[in-house]
């Protein structure tokens, strides 16, 4: 059974009775009562070709006549031997089977929908004569043949199941005849599908979903991606629209164990329906994977779009908890995309030869699922998953960011990759830096009081709820229906005066937003989740999946507002892994402090402060595990230098005012002397300095061979620094290269490798390589200098 009780997606429909497996479907099926009454059920066919009006093809010959005839004055005959629903089968099968006169047959097809209508009506109305559908008196109702106590599978006899089955396989056969040319074959198809649906009300739904899992196999006879997968598509789209099509598929959290292949198994037995579609629009994908436009494919992944932004959007599923079991009827489509990343790289190949549509939707539904489905079976999974898979997982979401970054209009790569709120100037100049002692950040930093993770997700969630007043969103509009599926959903309101760009340019906003904030949060249960093992050292996910993630999000244009979030997740890593970061040879404290110094130097006052209070936990946090401060002593050298060369320092005032409050802040605080004095002597003089050089740079900006020269005596200044000197020297030979001076560029990188042959030699690497310091010197005799390094030169670290 599917479960009871508030929680159960079985009571989500108001009338409909609990789901239950039943013994005389076939697998994959759900049996339960019928949710309409035998009046509703008997013009059923009738109105769901009214509601489906705009599916079928405008030359379809409706004729009022004819459909009145079916819906009020047609009855099955009294005294007849033989039911006319398994007689219409027979004759209509017999009429295809030998095609003795093509027009009848034709007229056949073209009036498909009244011989479907006829065979519908005619069982329900034999169904509600005898007993077999629930009136609404059903409850009270003093029959023994009440519709609640017989099974599906006894309304109709097998021989017709089978019956009906072959009649489907012949009117495919058909189907193969008419598409594309002919418009009848766009009229059979769709009737067939409303047929399909109506069948849901009134038999054994194992039986009925025999019929689409037919369909599915024969309409493109194996040749998947042709025009016939595209009729599969629209099949599927009508017959997925069944009023009951999440209760069908039995939405219960299946218990695998940890095996993926128990897993898989429990998908297509308790969730056939949606299982079948999910690996219909798998086959879809592959088989196109090469064309850069294909409409079907664009069909198959609106399909998917579409039924979950449908979800969404119910009524009847607004609780989360609903919610998160519609989102287990789409997991297949996350184990799905994890087999194709695992057999190729679909994603990659996706990217270079797909329309950005469909790729973007393919990512859509994909966040859809992992945003809404229970964290507790995600990390069951992620538990039982292979670590390869788990890693394809989030090169899924790494596609996403790069899918899904805000870029405004005409922009590249700007210098400040911070998109700053719409209500913040970026042209804004702050001239005193805030003082960091005042910033709640660093409080909290102080004390080594993060929080819990619980509050942590809390405060992440909240995210989605400001980002609406931030980015203008209509006041008392919900995050949810302005969920990131929606392709077609309104543009946030706006001033008509800012056009409609501005309106785009909102909307981009909230849904790069939204999918950062999306994969934000996966992270922070990763992490949470995996907390003993990515403590190891040498771990793989610690490597290319959080820190990796952390400085993906770091790099790109972000809010503000997700700035914020971002720095507190960076701290919660700082607090949880300091051994990961300080201790093991590793490069995550250098690539993260590069980014929280170049976000030092934003135009947000807000965000300097806020990376000015994680430097200071980042110093404080390597003091505490190694009593030193060598660690971020070069990681800090290394990445000024960086930034200089790299023209990343807007504000040279901005970034001496964030080094100044670090030491202020550590004075203030109760630290061991020795820890201060060191952090003085970094920030406040060595590092001061190379800034104040870097003032000298950009004020004879126009003199390039100044420049140069400015830059090669910073790097002598670090001489007994091998790694901070190579850092300026690779500056100084980028910036030769780019104004095309490419001996100087060369003779620069010379005097780079005779700086590491000689520092390899210093420490005795093994897997240092042989390199004649003759041969050095004879094409750069000024690099002789670089051999001079002394022993104190590998002290530091």
């Known amino acids: 059974g599917s479960g009871s009780g508030s929680g159960s997606v079985a009571s989500m429909a108001p009338d409909a009775a609990s789901t239950s497996r039943g013994g005389a479907d076939s697998a994959g099926s759900v049996t339960n009562g019928d ?191 042709s025009y016939f997968s595209g009729a599969k598509v629209e099949f599927l789209r009508i017959v997925m629209d069944y009023e009951h099509y999440v209760q069908l598929n039995i939405p219960i959290e299946p218990n695998f164990g940890t095996s993926i292949q128990k897993l898989l198994e429990c998908f297509d037995s308790l969730q056939f329906f949606s299982s079948l579609i999910i690996r219909e629009i798998g086959s879809i994908m592959k088989a196109t994977i090469g064309e850069k436009h294909s409409p079907v494919r664009s069909s198959a992944l609106a399909l998917l779009r579409n039924a979950m932004l449908r979800h969404e959007l119910d009524p009847r599923y607004q609780d989360p908890v609903k919610q998160q079991k519609i989102a287990l009827l789409y997991f297949p489509y996350i184990l799905m995309l994890m087999q194709f990343e695992s057999n190729g790289s679909l994603i990659t190949l ?50 996403a960011l790069e899918v899904f970054g805000f870029r405004t209009a005409g922009e590249h790569k700007p210098k400040e990759s911070v998109l700053l709120s719409p209500r913040q100037s970026t042209s804004t100049t702050i001239s005193k830096m ?47 229906m302005m969920g990131i599926i929606d392709h077609e959903s309104p543009h946030p309101k706006t001033p008509r005066s800012e056009g409609k760009q501005n309106a785009n340019t909102k909307r981009r906003a909230y849904l790069s937003l939204e999918v950062n904030s999306i994969v934000l949060e996966l992270l922070l249960h990763f992490m949470s989740d995996f907390k003993s093992e990515l403590g190891v050292e040498g771990n793989k996910h610690m490597d290319r999946v959080v820190c990796n993630f952390l400085l993906l999000l770091l790099k790109q244009n972000q809010s503000e507002l997700f700035l914020s979030h971002l720095f507190q997740t960076v701290r919660f890593l700082v607090y949880n892994f300091p051994r990961p970061l300080f201790l093991y040879n590793t490069p995550y404290a250098g690539d993260l402090t590069y980014e929280l110094l170049r976000a030092c130097n934003f135009a947000s006052e807000r965000t300097r402060a806020q990376a000015t209070g994680l430097l200071y936990i980042f110093f404080k946090t390597n003091w505490l595990i190694k009593k030193n401060l060598a660690r971020m002593k070069l990681q800090c050298s290394i990445a000024i230098a960086k930034l200089v060369g790299e023209g990343g320092i807007a504000d040279v005032a901005r970034l001496q005012s964030a080094l100044l409050a670090v030491v202020k802040q550590a004075s203030l605080e109760k630290n061991p002397p020795e820890f201060v004095r060191q952090l003085d002597q970094l920030l406040s003089v060595r590092l001061i300095t190379v800034l104040e050089n870097t003032k000298l740079i950009e004020q004879f900006e126009y003199d390039n061979e100044l420049v140069a020269e400015l830059i090669y005596e910073i790097s002598l200044g670090y001489r007994d620094s091998p790694d901070i000197r190579y850092t300026w020297l690779d500056s100084l030979a980028k910036r030769h290269g780019v104004e095309k001076n490419h001996e100087e560029a060369a003779q620069c990188r010379v005097h780079t490798t005779a700086l590491i042959v000689a520092h390899l030699q210093l420490l005795k690497r093994e897997d240092a390589v042989e390199v004649s310091r003759a041969s050095l010197r004879e094409a750069a005799p000024n690099c002789a200098e670089e051999f001079d390094t002394s022993s104190t030169s590998a002290s530091e670290e």
């Open 35 to 225: 949710s309409a009454s035998a009046a509703a059920s008997s013009s059923a066919a009738g109105g769901a070709r009214r509601a489906h009006k705009g599916t079928t093809a405008a030359s379809v010959d409706r004729h009022p006549y004819l459909v009145s005839y079916v819906n009020f004055f047609y009855e099955n005959f009294a005294d007849a031997d033989k039911k006319p629903f398994a007689e219409i089968v027979k004759t209509w099968s017999l009429l295809l089977f030998q095609r003795k006169d093509a027009a009848v047959v034709e007229h056949s097809l073209r009036y498909s929908w009244f011989f479907f209508d006829l065979i519908v009506k005619s069982i329900a109305q034999l169904l509600a004569d005898t007993g077999q559908l629930p009136t609404n008196a059903a409850s009270s109702s003093s029959s023994s043949t009440s519709g609640a106590s017989v099974k599906r599978g006894t309304r109709v006899t097998p021989d017709f199941i089978q019956a009906l089955a072959g009649l489907v396989s012949l009117l495919i056969r058909e189907l193969h005849q008419l598409l594309p040319s002919n418009p009848v074959g766009h009229i059979l198809n769709n009737t067939i599908a409303l047929f399909v649906k109506d069948l849901f009300g009134i038999i054994d739904r194992g039986a009925v979903l025999g019929f689409i899992k037919l369909y599915c196999e024969e309409i493109d006879s194996g040749v998947v991606g």
């Open 350 to 399: 996706a990217d270079q030869t797909w329309i950005p549509s469909d790729m973007e939707d393919l990512l859509l539904c994909y966040l859809w699922v992992v945003k809404t489905v229970r964290r507790r079976f995600l990390r069951k999974w992620w538990k039982a998953e292979t670590s390869g898979r788990v890693f394809f997982f989030f090169v899924v979401l790494a596609k």
């Open 434 to 480: 805030v003082d960091p002692i005042k910033d709640a950040a660093l409080k909290q930093g102080s004390k080594n009081s993060f929080g819990t993770l619980a509050r942590r997700r809390l405060k992440l969630k909240q995210l989605h709820k400001d980002s609406l007043n931030e980015l203008g969103a209509p006041a008392g509009a919900s995050p949810r």
